[in-house]
């Protein structure tokens, strides 16, 4: 299963998890830079258990380089397709998080997470010699977090069936539910780091983001939090937007909700809307005119359910402004 978007869209731009994308591909770039030496540079940023354990390796490194490793190694990357799927994970689900958060809260959780995978990793891997690198334990934490904040969310997901993609939309908590029980499996039938892959470092980040939620989520929002939330707010929602719509049983028509920004209600906005009614999904072009109130609805002609005489029903679109 592959996510290509959540249909939670976050109101404010990401800066932190923007940002920490930018620094995994800026080290990237660095480790491609290299060369030869590239493997050196990860044996001394990456994660290597046995730097901790065993007397003979740790004696090559100074308690700083290994007390460093254990945030660097989550900032390195095997290949670009390894760079690319975590990143792309992090895009879908860290904007979420991070507006929960705040962006103070949200580096802080980011890290710790990275940092509890980490130590996870070195219990079962206590004498390795092999150095594990990787963002994907702390985007496990990010993804735990997500699983608990946005369980009714959904992932539209492209499920590739030989060569046909197929491409579904999965509730947030089915399809976490069914990545956190894979890495599970994987880690019971394997050494827990078997393939390169570090199963027990992807459990521990989901595990203990949750946990670090839980945490965080009680510590007091800061005036500094409410004025980045302010100045990073998004002047546009999404231009192409699924609504969801209803009806009464004996009614032609059909009612749904638009969501738009508070300056798109001030300047006006264009959306294409699918309007998914059974097996179909048509697409509309929605004109909001400017000065647009919260409440408000926009009738659109003929977009209904078929009548007896051969006509189209209306669709009433409930315009809804979001506020951060």
Known sequence: MIPIRDTTPSKTVPVVNNTIIGVNVVFFLVQLALGQSQNHFVYLYGLVPAKFTVPQVSAYFSVGQ????LFTFMFLHGGFMHLIGNMWSLYIFGDNVEERLGPARYIAFYLLCGLASGMIHLLFNTHSNVPTIGASGAIA?????YFILYPRSRILTLIPI????????????????IWFLLQILNAAGSSGHAGGIAWWAHIGGFVFGVLFLKL???????????????????????RFQVVKTDSGKEEAGLYGTLTITQYE??????????????LRKRLYNVVVPQGIADGQVLRLKGVGKPKSDGTRGDMMLKIRVQHI
């Open 66 to 69: 290994r007390i460093l490793s």
């Open 141 to 145: 934490g990010v993804m735990g977090a």
């Open 162 to 177: 030989i060569i046909i993609p197929w491409f579904v939309e999965i509730p947030a908590f089915f399809f976490l539910g």
């Open 216 to 238: 965080f989520d009680r510590i007091p929002v800061t005036g500094v939090t409410g004025r980045m939330r302010h100045a990073t707010e998004k002047k546009r929602s999404r």
């Open 265 to 278: 209600a001030m300047v006006g906005a264009r959306k294409l809307v699918t309007v998914p009614w059974g």
